[in-house]
């Protein structure tokens, strides 16, 4: 069962018809919520990825130890990845939160600086930003990729203006925490001395907050749109 909110008008058990996910969802808008809502696991996948992360840099920026920091980062990962077991639902949001904390806590031992944990996040989040700015510019808007998958044509929305523009502008959504992280955080890094708990206050601010308001304001222009969902025609 999923752990996201229920969709009204969901398909009916046992629908595994290509066209299941289509009824579904009779507008754009819908489709692009549905499909934003599986992608980062509802309320529930996206407390697990940040509940690790933050257990990790507000125990350094309390203790100023780099492996109790590890140690509280892993350990919420490990109990959180235990209860995702025990009810037998999908951990993948879970592993990925623990995979993060994995590589903060390799750059951190490894050189004996916790600022250098948080290295990764900003490599990341420049990577994530830079290519979805790419994706805009070039007028093929990741999040476009979503209505693809839900009508069967991977490219067929980008014949739609409008539904290339609000593409566009919820690509932009997601673009612009990604690059207020890097501006804030890196010349943070850059500086002088131990910025390691600048850094942590900096990235706990930037994270859960800004993802809720890019969410939010992700629903409030879907809920504004009625774009009408066609698929794509079947051959006979």
């Not at 920026?61 to 995702?84: C, F, I, P």
């Not at 904390?101 to 390799?106: L, Q, S």
């Not at 990764?120 to 990741?142: E, F, T």
Request: hydrophobic share 50%; glycine share 12%; with cysteine.
């Amino acid at each position: 069962m999923s752990d996201g909110p229920a969709a009204a008008g969901s398909p009916k058990s046992g629908d595994t018809s290509p066209g299941g996910e289509e009824r579904a969802h009779d507008t754009v808008e819908a489709a692009v919520r549905a499909q934003l809502s599986k992608a980062l696991g509802g309320v529930r996948g996206m407390i697990e990825a940040a509940v690790p992360t933050i257990g990790f840099t507000a125990t350094y920026v309390v203790t100023d130890e780099v492996k109790t920091a590890v140690m509280v980062g892993v350990g919420a990962a490990v109990l959180l990845l235990v209860v995702r077991i025990a009810q037998r639902s999908n951990p993948q949001f879970v592993l990925n939160s623990l995979l993060g904390i994995g590589i903060a806590a390799f750059f951190a031992l490894r050189s004996g600086k916790a600022e250098d944990a948080f290295m990764p996040g900003i490599v990341i989040n420049a990577a994530y930003g830079a290519g979805m700015l790419v994706s805009i510019l070039a007028r093929w808007p990741v999040v476009g990729f979503i209505i693809g998958s839900v009508t069967g044509d991977p490219t067929g929305w980008r014949s739609d203006p409008g539904i290339l523009r609000l593409c566009s502008r919820l690509t932009w959504v997601l673009l612009i925490p990604n690059l207020l992280r890097v501006a804030v955080q890196y010349p943070i890094y850059l500086a002088d001395g131990d910025q390691s708990a600048l850094l942590g206050t900096a990235k706990i601010a930037m994270g859960w907050p800004l993802q809720v308001a890019a969410l939010a304001t992700m629903v409030w222009i879907l809920a504004r749109g009625r774009t009408p969902l066609e698929p794509r025609p079947r051959s006979a």
